[in-house]
Every structure is written in structure tokens, then in C-alpha cells.
């Protein structure tokens, strides 16, 4: 059973009235929310969730997810993606497998959105299919092989 975590870093507390027409209407709550609903229909033993737009309470959760037995964690680092090593490293550190979302096609963006710090790494990224992409997500972590312990 999964144990899941998911993340959402900078300027995603203003989801819902931040630039609706990349991100859409829908606020951060509704998002958590929808993602619970999901993971009650499938097999998540625990799922939790963390908003900062702090680089460094962001690493300090994903260090803090080891210690609860997360088995896979959903992350959207916001502009993080593109510039923290650090965040690269929390989660390689704590070796826990993640899904890397975003809500719009960074690839279809500013060039400086291109490159993410993550990808590599990540077991699978999402880009470009809205809020709905967490869901997509949660569903994945939760029916994946990849996301037991
Ligand atoms: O699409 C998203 O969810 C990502 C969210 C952000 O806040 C941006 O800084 C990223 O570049 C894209």
C-alpha cells in the first residue's frame, strides 16, 4: 500500500488567482482535496500534503518524509524546478521515488522553464494537463509497483 506525499512549492498558495489561464480557476484546496478523494478510492494507506514557498521547509519535509515511511512523493516544485540543486538532493538523499507535475507545459514556456533540476530522476513527469495532472498522479503512485516498500 502507498504511502504518499505531495508537495507544491512556491506561488501555488495563490492557485485559483494566479494567472488562471496557465494555472486555471481551481484553488490549492480543491486540489488537495480532490487528490484525498482519489487516494481514498485506491489503495493509499496515508497521503499527505505540503505547500511552502520556502526552498529550505521544502527540503526539510522531504528530509521528514523518510521518517514517516512515505513510499512515493507527488511534487510540483514551482520555479524551484528550475534552479534548486538543493531540492534535487533532499530527495535523492532520502531516496524516495517522486513524480515531478506541473500544471502547464513548461516545455511550451519561457526557455528558462525548460530545464528542471528533477526529471532525471523522477519516475515519471507530468506537464500540461492542469490541475488534472494530480489526479493522473495520484493514481500512478498509488497503482504503481514502483511506489511500494
Ligand atoms: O506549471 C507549473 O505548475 C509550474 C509552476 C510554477 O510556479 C512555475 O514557476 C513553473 O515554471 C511551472
Known amino acids: 500500500m502507498a504511502n504518499i506525499l505531495l508537495i507544491n512549492g512556491p506561488n501555488l498558495n495563490l492557485l485559483g488567482t494566479r494567472e488562471p489561464a496557465v494555472y486555471g480557476s481551481d484553488t490549492l484546496a480543491d486540489v488537495v482535496s480532490n487528490c484525498k478523494k482519489g487516494a481514498q478510492k485506491l489503495d493509499v494507506k496515508a497521503f499527505?500534503?505540503?505547500?511552502?514557498?520556502?526552498?529550505?521547509?521544502?527540503?526539510?519535509?522531504?528530509?521528514?518524509?523518510?521518517?514517516?515511511?512515505?513510499?512515493?512523493?507527488?511534487?510540483?516544485?514551482?520555479?524551484?524546478?528550475?534552479?534548486?540543486?538543493?531540492?534535487?538532493?533532499?530527495?535523492?538523499?532520502?531516496?524516495?521515488?517522486?513524480?515531478?507535475?506541473?500544471?502547464?507545459?513548461?516545455?511550451?514556456?519561457?526557455?528558462?522553464?525548460?530545464?528542471?533540476?528533477?526529471?532525471?530522476k523522477a519516475v515519471a513527469v507530468i506537464a500540461g494537463l492542469g490541475v488534472k495532472g494530480y489526479d493522473y498522479a495520484v493514481d500512478f503512485v498509488a497503482t504503481s509497483p514502483k511506489f511500494r516498500r
Open 48 to 120: 499527505s500534503d505540503f505547500q511552502s514557498n520556502h526552498e529550505g521547509a521544502i527540503i526539510d519535509r522531504i528530509h521528514q518524509a523518510r521518517d514517516e515511511g512515505v513510499t512515493g512523493i507527488i511534487i510540483n516544485p514551482g520555479a524551484f524546478t528550475h534552479t534548486s540543486v538543493a531540492i534535487r538532493d533532499a530527495l535523492l538523499g532520502v531516496d524516495i521515488p517522486f513524480v515531478e507535475l506541473h500544471i502547464s507545459n513548461v516545455h511550451a514556456r519561457e526557455a528558462f522553464r525548460h530545464h528542471s533540476y528533477l526529471s532525471d
